[in-house]
């Protein structure tokens, strides 16, 4: 009977450029192990996705640290990307729909007109408020005054309203100290 020996385990060596590439990819794959080796398999290099975690949590930790915040500012960049296609495309859809949605308006199709309405309100808001950021236009305007500010706008665009007095004081008057003769000309709730 022969003896079973065990299987011999097989040892890769990789090269330093290898190891680079490899945690290069990891990085920009934000960490996925299985992601990196995918791409990686696609640019004809076979490290497992075994190997690139370890890599990155054992062996060759500091590298994969500093190769990360390297690539901070390209990852970024690539996720700002992917939303702007995003964005591109669920607007396209969006005008889609605002289109059929019209059509439908004009036909007399629709069922609840007022839910449309209400609906293309928020689009329209969201819409302006998102282009306004883009053109590094304020997306919140916050006024703030004082009442005689107030006071002045409202005699400057209200005909009729005289200026205000600010200065008056006010005078307060007990039940007690009223005479009968008031009477007239109290108002009761």
Known sequence: ???LT???RYIRRYTTEDVT??????????GNHAHAHDDLAAQGYDIPAETL?????????????????ELVPRIHAKIASLHEDNART?????????QL?????????????????????????IATDKANLQRGRPTTITE???????????EANIPGVQPADTDTTAIEINETETTDADAPNRVSC
């Open 144 to 154: 703030h005054r004082d009442i005689a500010g107030i006071l002045r706008s409202l």
């Open 6 to 8: 065990p299987a011999k």
């Open 90 to 98: 669920a607007l396209e859809a969006q005008a889609l729909a605002i």
């Open 21 to 30: 590439l490899g945690l290069t990819q990891l990085a920009l794959c934000n």
């Open 101 to 125: 949605t019209h059509q439908q308006l004009a036909s007399g199709q629709v069922k609840q007109p007022s839910t449309i309405a209400r609906d293309l309100g928020t689009v329209v808001g």
């Open 1 to 3: 009977m022969s003896e």
């Open 53 to 69: 975690r370890s890599w990155a949590n054992n062996t060759h930790t500091a590298q994969y640290e500093q190769i990360r915040s």
